[in-house]
Nanobody
Framework: QVQLVESGGGLVQPGGSLRLSCAAS????????MNWYRRAPGNEREFVAL????????NYADSVKGRFTISRDNAKNTVYLQMNSLKPEDTAVYYC?????????WGQGTQVTVSS
């Protein structure tokens, strides 16, 4: 079965960095685009970044453009989100996501808290 397991979250000061990882299994990872989403307290889940199946194309939400970088290692079945220049408004639970056919699969999420 499809499994997505996020890791790498934590508490960081404003201006700091974190790298999130999402380990995937149960499907042919290199055939699918992967996404990161986040949900801040009291808000709807929002799109953060997308990477194509080969890694050759990426797309970002305006709020993170220039600060976050999505990447993937198809040999390790893992997608990453490098987050730099973090702001308090980046505080959220971060989820990775894949669409396979008509179904969307989500991990359990990893908490990122940006606070001094």
């Amino acid at each position: 079965q499809v499994q997505l397991v996020e890791s790498g979250g934590g508490l960081v000061q404003p201006g700091g960095s974190l790298r999130l990882s999402c380990a995937a299994s149960g499907f042919t990872f290199g055939n699918y685009a992967m996404n990161w989403y986040r949900r801040a307290p009291g808000n709807e889940r929002e799109f953060v970044a997308l990477i194509s199946s080969t890694g050759g194309s990426t797309n970002y939400a305006d709020s993170v453009k220039g600060r976050f970088t999505i990447s993937r290692d198809n040999a390790k079945n893992t997608v990453y989100l490098q987050m730099n220049s973090l702001k308090p408004e980046d505080t959220a639970v971060y989820y990775c996501n894949v669409r396979i056919g008509v179904r969307y699969y989500w991990g359990q999420g990893t908490q990122v808290t940006v606070s001094s």
